[in-house]
């Protein structure tokens, strides 16, 4: 069944209204939260998560030591390592754990390894590390906030998206393969999608959802 249900919303309430309605959750944090899940995903890694950052100020639930579990989790189940991604970009990997330390905690609880601890670069990010074959949470301010609280209210299904060139997809390829998955999820669960702009003060991410929308409606017709 194509989805007969396509909406857009904006930031971390949004994405958990969206949640609760039961819908298929897609993320859209251009500069850089998205674009570099779909940087990872081109460098093959297993699955993406977003997190909040620790003490994040957000007007809904989330809860990243549990985001940080299932990523180890499904870490360990593959035998893979869990490579984070955090905040500052300017900064040392101390000061990029020091503000993801729930995130930390539930991956070690799932007694899954952290690989590296990467700063949010977009499609950049894949440059710095190997990423195949591993899992990546990326807890950012906007993004991961935005995608955790989706999970944390129950969404079926949360993915990330980006309009962005990323070093393997150029021009509209990046969008094509963000609006893909949201079908092939929402296909198999039988539900809507909601596209997320993670912020609503970020003009390039509401653009962005507008024309990952237009492109489902244009898909799924």
Request: charged content about 20%; hydrophobic content about 50%; aromatic content about 2%.
């Amino acid at each position: 069944m194509i989805p007969t249900i396509v909406n857009m919303t904006v930031n971390a309430s949004g994405a958990a209204a969206a949640a609760k309605n039961g819908q298929v959750v897609v993320i859209v944090d251009i500069i850089d939260m998205t674009t570099t899940c779909e940087a990872a995903l081109d460098a093959g890694a297993l699955a993406v998560y977003g997190a909040a950052p620790d003490n994040v100020n957000c007007p809904v639930e989330t809860n990243p030591e549990k985001i940080g579990f299932m990523a180890g989790s499904q870490a360990v189940d593959a035998d893979a390592e869990v490579v984070v991604v955090a905040e500052p970009r300017v900064g040392g990997v101390k000061e990029r754990m020091n503000n993801v330390s729930q995130v930390v905690e539930g991956i070690k609880k799932a007694g899954a390894k952290i690989g590296a601890v990467l700063p949010n670069l977009g499609s950049e990010t894949g440059k710095l590390t190997e990423l195949e074959g591993k899992v990546l949470v990326a807890a950012t301010g906007t993004g991961g906030v935005a995608f955790d609280a989706a999970v944390t209210a129950g969404a079926p299904a949360v993915l990330t998206a980006t309009v962005a060139r990323t070093m393997r997809k150029k021009g509209t390829m990046p969008a094509k393969e963000g609006v893909k998955r949201a079908l092939v999820a929402a296909e198999q669960l039988k539900t809507g999608i909601t596209v997320v702009a993670a912020s609503a003060n970020s003009l390039e991410d509401i653009l962005a959802a507008e024309y990952l929308v237009k492109q489902i409606i244009m898909e799924k017709n």
